[in-house]
């Protein structure tokens, strides 16, 4: 359903974002503490001003009370302090909240930070264990399936209906390493052809390794306030002009339909309170966690028809100097992912672009951007239109 | 770590008891005609309670497949086929494919159910390509 709470009148003041790839200095609540401060920093505030604290939890050291547990490591006691998970959707639906609790007059000014560390603070089996327990405990995780493996399931299903082939997903690999080799703190840079993709390491048949999002370290915060107290702070503010979700079923072998998600309803909803379309937007920053995934959502999203996301995105219009720049920090496939908090850097990377502080990747006349999010294999969705005004 | 085995709810104990016998049970709502998978309290369609069991014919075709390279633990050697299946009867459920060659495998193909020991307790369903399609795989 539409969200009229976001309908351009809140606005997104100040971000951060930690160091990211490999951080193996700082744990995952210290990641999320320093995100927190950063981002009020930056919008030109100190935790005097803000009096809302939205956070996730971490896979690589949970705590019962998260929000709280950050809150108090900075002897802040924000007016509303609250911890949510929807997985890798958590991102956008907490901002979401943000503006809704803001609208209810929970809070005036908040703070929603995420960080996790599955690279540093978990060993390889831990991480791989821990995100494959999204599975079914009765029905699906008796079997062995990995997280690739859920994807590979969608992916298969893809292929079979559509005719889309190996090289199409892997497409989306390489345009996302080709703008991570222009962004400093990537954790991967060095350029991949499509032969790189499809000569990587099997995963799970189709998906080889560079299908794949990394797993890293690293944190990101934003700060969410409504817009008419937006103005003064340092930097352009950023307006969320639009936002939707899409809730389809939580474990793959419940969904009704393989090759189409949720996306679609949460990219309609968003769509429909911002009153743009596909069409408008200048930069995407879509969720990347494999590469069927970006393929199904740009269908699902309206780029393109449904099954010609493999023709879209291997037309190199994603690339840089395409017309639809996507993922332009590198993605979770080549930038950053830490697991849930994935999304935040499309995030911060799309504010960063709006705001024209992209310094040699800049793009010119970024005024729209769509960010995706997702959690689950493919299961619920949001999608959250951004503007800025000139 | 060990493989996960299911612990059944008093509720899903007879589809558990029914793969210990070699049977592949589903249930049916008699308030609305819908057969579910997996088991419930409330029919997903229509919410009644007014559910029984039925024997499934353990026959279905392959709705997606993956050969999984590397396994989630050391208790799974790979590699090996992770699978949806969609079940006569309506129902679509996860399992294994077991001895089939992976460049055998198809989506739309037909399989029939099978079982195998999880643990001294548990049995679960697994499927094998339908003996017509088998070819020469062990």
């Known amino acids: ?390 | 770590m060990a493989k996960p085995v299911p612990q059944p709810t008093p509720t899903e104990q007879p589809f558990y008891d029914a793969c210990a016998r070699g049977e592949l049970a589903l249930q049916h709502c008699q308030n609305c005609g819908h057969r579910l998978f997996y088991p419930r309290t409330h029919c997903d369609q229509c919410h009644s309670t007014d559910l029984v069991w039925r024997t499934a014919s353990g026959a279905g075709r392959i709705a997606s497949y993956t050969v999984v390279r590397r396994g989630v633990s050391a208790d799974f050697e790979a590699p090996y086929i992770v699978a949806l299946i969609d079940l006569e009867e309506g129902p679509r459920m996860m399992s294994q494919i077991i001895e089939a060659d992976p460049e055998a495998l198809a989506v739309g193909l037909s399989v029939t159910v099978d079982f195998a020991a999880w643990s001294e307790e548990i049995t679960l369903p697994v499927f094998r390509l339908h003996p017509a399609l088998a070819g020469d795989h062990p």
């Open chain 1, 1 to 390: 359903m539409t969200n009229m709470g976001l309908g351009g009148e809140f606005a997104l003041i100040g971000m951060a974002e930690s160091d990211v790839g490999i951080v193996p200095d700082k744990s995952p609540r210290e990641l999320c503490v320093q995100v927190t401060l950063d981002a009020v920093h930056d919008a030109g505030l100190t935790l005097k001003d803000v009096d809302g604290l939205i956070t996730c939890n971490a896979f690589a050291e949970p705590i019962m009370y998260h929000a709280e547990a950050v809150a108090e490591y900075l002897g802040w006691q924000p007016r509303h302090c609250v911890t949510v998970n929807t997985g890798g959707g958590t991102t956008f639906m907490a901002l979401n909240m943000a503006a809704a609790a803001i609208a209810a007059g929970m809070a005036d000014t908040i703070v929603v930070s995420m960080a996790d560390s599955l690279r540093s603070f978990m060993t390889r089996d831990q991480a791989m264990v821990v995100q494959s327990s999204s599975g079914h405990p009765h029905y699906e995780q008796p079997y062995g399936p990995t997280v690739p493996a859920y994807y590979a399931l969608i992916a298969r299903a893809h292929m079979d209906r559509y005719g889309t082939t190996e090289a199409q997903f892997a497409a989306g690999a390489v345009s996302c390493r080709a703008w991570a080799a222009q962004h400093p703190k990537a954790q991967k840079r060095d350029p991949i052809s499509l032969d790189d993709v499809l000569n990587s390491r099997a995963i799970a048949d189709p998906l080889k390794v560079l299908d794949c999002s990394l797993v890293s370290d690293g944190g990101a915060a934003v700060v969410i306030t409504r817009k008419d107290r937006a103005k003064d702070g340092p930097h352009k503010p950023i307006t969320l002009l639009g936002y939707g979700e899409g809730h389809a079923y939580e474990h793959i072998s419940q969904a009704k339909d393989l090759t189409t998600s949720a996306a679609v309803q949460s990219g309609r909803a968003a769509y429909a309170a911002s009153g743009l379309t596909p069409d408008d937007m200048d930069l995407l920053q879509l969720y990347d966690c494999f590469t069927p995934a970006l393929l199904i959502q740009i269908e699902d999203l309206g780029f393109c028809e449904k099954g010609e996301g493999g023709d879209w995105l291997a037309s190199g219009i994603t690339l840089p100097g395409g017309s639809k720049p996507l993922n332009t920090h590198g993605g979770m496939l080549s930038y950053c992912h830490p697991g849930n908090p994935g999304a935040m850097f499309g995030l911060t990377e799309a504010i960063t672009q709006m705001r024209g502080d992209a310094g040699e990747r800049q793009l010119s006349d970024i005024k729209t951007t769509l960010c995706h999010a997702q959690g689950g294999i493919m299961s619920s969705h949001a999608s959250l239109i951004l503007g800025v005004e000139s």
